[in-house]
């Protein structure tokens, strides 16, 4: 039920016939054997709703499930957290537990996940470590979050001034069926329960530890299904990266639905679309340049029910060409590090306005305030949920009113629909005029021909600043600057116009997905 309140844009309103109808209709309170069902609810009561926690519940309700296949493999909800355990049971004999702050620097497979289970079975602290960091920043990360130990992929070489916190040899070979295994029953809940914390995309400068708070119960999983049809059981390609917000997400709701989720180290747009038709995938998290990546490889029938999406803004003419090529299976999650989410736009919603962020689900209030704090058309959104992060671990927190945080875009709300205007920081003041980029990006990236486009303020002596715009063409296709100025004259006003065009043969992107604007660059004229 969605709510209109003084000084909110909306509120979505959680209540407990609304709770038990979507984890109905998810599939999540199908009944299961009884025993089964009662050790489950066991581990939730006595574990919390930690990721380590629904690897347990998965494990005492579906055993034999298929939990993870990635290129090593397939593992069972059982093998999963046997694996987990003993690799926590060697872990705290070498001092790891409560007070450990652990860097995790892996790709997407199933290490990943163990050593995140690991260390929440023994309340130890996981700061999620960006794969694409640079040695240099890596080691300022390291030093600023206060690393103990680093677990990382074997090629992915550094030195970020802390010890490798190798796997055991024996914690790899045990699986659910050994009569050796180790068991769940090895360990206890932790003293204290560990933190996750994820670095906030760093695009223009050194990234910022976000602590992610504990679940406080089933209402954020309600939140996000009440939205996205993600069923119990579901075959879940998580494309999206698991070391950022939306990738971490995405693997808590696929553990609490005791879904499959299926991984690949590397992201590759044939490889992709290969994997979902292979492992006969009904979901797929990704990033939106994975869709555009995709679009460029021929279309196959692919099964898939829902794709999901988030990370980075969603390009206007994306979601109709994805649409149009797989069906009405795209979801737009918009948040944040600190926020989770805010809103999500379902298919009919980007039908509707492919630029639309859609509606907040259950549980979550979007409002739209002036640099005063007052209620206004287009201004800053704030966000109330029940994911809140708990603060940074090595910066001041953003200010909160009334329960609610920034997300640093500028945005506004149309008949009854949230639309984001761009980064508040990213705005560019042109001769007085105030010109959010993300409304001009939009529109070139409607010309035909353009595959990617960015455009940011340059400094200008006459007028402070000047739009550039940064635009990719499609393979086969040469652009007219002239005809995107023209694109862009004839929707917005002159001083919206990007004096500079630069024709790229690719935008600098960091892993998330998200452009690094401080990195563009005009490319050199080709010589012969």
Request: with cysteine; charged share 20%; glycine share 10%.
């Amino acid at each position: 039920m969605i709510r209109r309140v003084a000084g909110t844009a909306f509120r979505s309103v959680v209540t407990g016939g609304s709770t038990i109808a979507t984890m109905a209709a998810r599939g999540l309170l199908r009944p299961g054997r009884p025993d089964r069902v009662a050790r489950q609810l066991w581990t939730l009561h006595a574990w919390g709703y930690g990721i380590a926690a629904e690897v347990r519940s998965a494990a005492a309700r579906d055993p034999d499930r298929p939990a993870v296949i990635d290129p090593a493999g397939t593992l069972t909800y059982g093998d999963l957290l046997d694996l987990a355990t003993a690799r926590a049971v060697s872990w705290r004999v070498r001092g790891i537990g409560p007070g450990t702050r652990l860097g995790l620097l892996r790709r997407n497979h199933r290490e990943f996940l163990l050593d995140l289970v690991a260390a929440g079975l023994l309340g130890a602290d996981v700061v999620l470590l960006n794969t694409g960091l640079a040695p240099t920043s890596l080691a300022e990360v390291a030093r600023a979050q206060h690393l103990d130990a680093l677990l990382r992929d074997p090629d992915l070489v550094c030195d970020a001034g802390v010890p490798d916190l190798d796997a055991d040899p024996t914690d790899s070979g045990a699986t659910h069926s050994d009569p050796a295994r180790t068991g769940a029953a090895a360990l206890a809940p932790p003293v204290r329960e560990g933190r996750i914390i994820v670095l906030t995309s760093g695009t223009t400068g050194t990234p910022k530890g976000a602590v992610r708070p504990p679940a406080p119960g089933l209402s954020p999983l309600v939140s996000i299904l009440s939205r996205i049809p993600i069923d119990a059981g579901d075959r879940i390609l998580i494309a999206a990266p698991m070391f950022h917000t939306w990738g971490l997400a995405g693997l808590q709701i696929a553990l609490a639905t005791r879904a499959t989720i299926v991984l690949r180290p590397r992201f590759d747009a044939a490889d992709c679309l290969d994997t979902v038709v292979r492992e006969r995938c009904d979901v797929l998290l990704a990033v939106p340049v994975m869709l555009a990546r995709m679009l460029d490889e021929p279309v196959v029938p692919t099964g898939l029910r829902v794709v999901a999406v988030s990370g980075s803004a969603l390009p206007a003419g994306l979601a109709p060409a994805f649409m149009d090529a797989y069906g009405e299976v795209l979801y737009n999650l918009y948040g944040s590090t600190e926020a989770s989410w805010a809103s999500i736009a379902t298919p009919a919603d980007l039908r509707r306005d492919p630029a639309t962020a859609g509606r907040p689900p259950r549980g979550t209030t979007v409002r739209i305030l002036d640099s005063s704090l007052r209620p206004a058309t287009t201004g800053d959104i704030y966000v109330g949920n029940d994911m809140l992060f708990d603060g940074y671990t090595d910066a001041p927190e953003r200010r909160r009113l009334d329960g609610l945080v920034p997300t640093g875009d500028v945005g506004h709300v149309e008949d009854g629909l949230l639309f984001v205007d761009g980064r508040a920081d990213d705005m560019v003041v042109s001769g007085g005029e105030n010109i959010h980029p993300a409304a001009v990006e939009r529109i070139l990236a409607e010309v035909a021909g353009v595959a990617e486009v960015a455009v940011t303020g340059v400094p200008d002596d006459e007028f402070g600043q000047r739009l550039a715009a940064w635009v990719v063409p499609r393979p086969g296709v040469t652009l007219d600057p002239d005809a995107l100025r023209a694109a862009v004259r004839t929707r917005m006003a002159g001083f919206c116009v990007p004096r500079d065009v630069h024709v790229l043969t690719a935008l600098p992107r960091n892993a998330t997905g998200k452009i690094v604007t401080r990195e563009l660059r005009p490319e050199p004229p080709a010589t012969c």
